[in-house]
């Protein structure tokens, strides 16, 4: 079951998730240079942080900025899944039941591929 979008809701969730894409972009530029700083002061053998009571150690600084990391990857991938669905006229329909996902839905997760009962059927 094909179901389209209007060329305006279409134009508006586009401009949304680029909107998404910049910020992640933003997020994950940041932290890849964070992480370049971590790394860099992991290699230092003089800096023992791991004795600090004062502060987060580099392991746990390495361990939190590459979640963050991950996290801004997969937010990317997603973006970049739902503007292609956008180019490819499937946005907005379910790819599990084939049924049109409710613009509701969209609005608030924007990258969602699943209608809202397929989606609470997967958790």
Not at 26 to 39: G, K, L, P, Y
Not at 56 to 80: G, I, K, Y
Not at 86 to 98: E, K
């Amino acid at each position: 079951m094909t179901v389209t979008m209007t060329p305006a809701q279409l134009e508006r969730f586009q401009a949304k998730l680029l909107r998404e894409r910049a910020d992640a972009e933003e997020r994950f530029a940041e932290f890849a240079d964070a992480m370049s700083e971590v790394r860099a002061a992991r290699s230092d053998a003089s800096a023992d942080d791991e004795h600090d009571p004062e502060g987060p150690t580099m392991t746990q600084e390495w361990s939190q900025r590459t979640a963050v990391l991950a996290d801004a990857r997969a937010e990317l991938a997603e973006v970049d899944r739902a503007l292609a669905r956008i180019a490819d006229g499937s946005y907005g329909v379910c790819a599990n039941c084939g049924k049109r996902i409710a613009v509701a839905r969209l609005d608030a997760r924007p990258t969602a591929e699943l209608c809202i009962d397929c989606a609470r059927l997967q958790r």
